[in-house]
């Protein structure tokens, strides 16, 4: 932890971040200041709907007004954290900007978490509060909310989009306070502090989280919107949860309100009723990870239709396949624009002007000329363009270190501070880069990212378990499908069993295997560790 920063957070240095503002990268910039320099100059424009719901700019900025004051009136102050954990409903953008302007730190939890993620995350945050919704596809969060109050006690507050059943309505949250203080004035935190927690895909264990201040995160948005094109005519799809990264800021929602542009909430992205939506709503532009990208083309192709006033297609999340790249335009009927980036902070876009083929090929090149790439082999010199090797990286939207995590940052992070990201990829001439694998154990499910040993933490609970190697086979579909290896202590467990036993103990559906394989053994590396690659290639042979 650095001398300074009791809360866990690594800055940058001094030096490095007097350049980025001489720079102009860091403008000095708050969140919640998005939302109120769209309420001064378009009003009345949409700002925000689920097809059903509608508020403009004027109307969504008082709301996160009042729902600011309503927080501070409930004991909620500034530098507390406040774990959301809210799918894609209108209340999850008021909610986001009254906590940037109480300058509570919003930590922003996937609606297919459960108990093992949540009260790992609440503990690691030291959250003071959990917004929930009352029900959300078929899963009631009041229990789990009574059980993490249970387990952590730092967790004083359960605020409720919807029946409260004892909690803290949102509603009346909202109309606790007036929207604006008598004196007509709010305090703005300091642009350099934490604005939100982000969850790191995890590599080792349960997700990290990932602290972006308002000077960054403000410009990973406003750089993202202005690559992207993103204008007051932008209706942008919000099919993915917006706790990610990529559908939040990059551009996302938050990009698309910096530009004055609509979101358009959706809470899933089934290509039928995305196709109505995008349809009905005049949307131009959405993101995907892969498999969803796939499940839309085939759609198309057997007769859904198109969605007609799309503009653009981003895909990001894990590599997209050349031969399903060449569909989009075709099928969808609009541009392709592949993104490959990390909460942690790099983004990379391919643009609306690169040649066809570098779209269709690669997954972009960095957003900003302050990014500072470096590709390593092992031994850490830097490869020529063209050879593969780990992709490290800093720049002025790239953290320093993860959140209350000294140990895993001396590895994570070099000594001169780029990024090791596990990624491993080759540069062109041109900039590009092109993802090849990783160097970490950790399986990218369809953009879902598995860490092994968690998992396998999980497994090896089971009493008929005596040892267990969870690997990724390719799959057309998702990129990669999950393999648990199982060497059983006495009656082999069935798949069926191992899926009761890892919902029992609140690990979320997407890390559940999707294969089991009973072994009497694991081949075995020199050091006595499990061969990983060894085991996936006897997989994919038998």
């Not at 709301?63 to 774990?83: S, Y």
């Amino acid at each position: 932890m650095a001398a300074g920063f009791p809360d866990g957070f690594v800055p940058w240095p001094k030096d490095t971040a007097d350049h980025y503002r001489a720079k102009g990268y860091w403008q000095g910039s708050t969140l919640g200041s998005i939302l109120r320099d769209g309420a001064r100059e378009r009003p009345d424009h949409t700002a925000v709907t689920d097809g059903e719901r509608r508020l403009g700019y004027r109307e969504l900025d008082r709301e996160a007004d009042r729902l600011r004051a309503g927080l501070a009136a409930r004991g909620i102050r500034a530098g507390e954290r406040v774990l959301v954990h809210l799918p894609n409903i209108i209340e999850f953008v008021p909610l986001c900007f009254a906590l940037f302007r109480l300058g509570a730190v919003p930590v922003l939890a996937l609606p297919a978490h459960r108990e093992t993620e949540i009260v790992s995350l609440a503990r690691l945050s030291g959250a003071v509060a959990y917004v929930i919704p009352d029900e959300h596809a078929g899963f009631d969060h009041r229990p789990l909310a009574r059980c993490l109050r249970e387990r952590v006690p730092s967790v004083r507050e359960v605020i409720v989009v919807g029946d409260a059943d004892g909690f803290t309505s949102y509603g009346d949250v909202v109309a606790a306070a007036p929207s604006r203080p008598k004196d007509g004035t709010t305090p703005e935190p300091d642009p350099s502090e934490v604005a939100v927690l982000l969850l790191s895909g995890g590599t080792t264990g349960l997700p990290k989280l990932i602290p972006r201040t308002h000077d960054d995160y403000h410009y990973n948005v406003r750089a993202s919107a202005r690559v992207c094109g993103f204008d007051e005519d932008t209706r942008y799809l919000t099919a993915l949860p917006m706790a990610h990264n990529f559908p939040l800021a990059c551009p996302g929602m938050l990009g698309t309100l910096w530009a004055g542009g609509t979101v358009v909430l959706s809470t899933g992205a089934n290509p039928h009723d995305a196709f109505r939506l995008i349809e009905s709503e005049g949307v131009t532009a959405t993101a995907l990870v892969p498999p969803l990208a796939l499940a839309w083309l085939d759609a198309a192709e057997q007769g859904a239709g198109r969605p007609g006033t799309l503009k653009l297609l981003q895909v990001g999340g894990s590599r997209l396949k050349e031969e399903t790249a060449r569909r989009v335009g075709p099928l969808l009927g609009c541009s392709l624009q592949q993104v490959y980036g990390m909460a942690e902070g790099l983004l990379n876009f391919t643009r609306s002007d690169d040649p066809p083929e570098l779209v269709l090929t690669t997954q972009g090149r960095p957003l900003s000329e302050g990014d500072e790439v470096r590709i390593v082999a092992p031994d850490g010199s830097e490869v020529p363009d063209g050879e593969v090797g780990e992709l490290q990286v800093r720049g002025p939207y790239t953290i320093r270190g993860y959140h209350r995590a000294e140990e895993h940052n001396a590895t994570a992070f070099t000594p001169d501070g780029h990024y090791r990201t596990g990624d491993l990829v080759r540069r062109l001439p041109s900039g590009h880069l092109v993802v090849e694998g990783r160097t970490k154990d950790v399986i990218n499910r369809g953009g879902d990212k598995i860490p092994v040993e968690e998992v396998e933490n999980h497994l090896l609970a089971h009493p008929a378990i005596h040892d267990v190697a969870l690997v990724g086979l390719p799959d057309d579909t998702l990129g990669e499908r999950t393999w648990a290896c199982v060497i059983p202590g006495g009656t082999p467990p069935t798949r069926r069993e191992l899926l009761a036993h890892l919902t029992a103990r609140g690990v979320a559906a997407y890390k559940h295997p999707d294969r089991v394989r009973i072994m009497d053994d694991f081949p075995r590396t020199g050091l006595g560790k499990v061969n990983r690659r060894e085991l996936a290639r006897r997989l994919r042979e038998a």
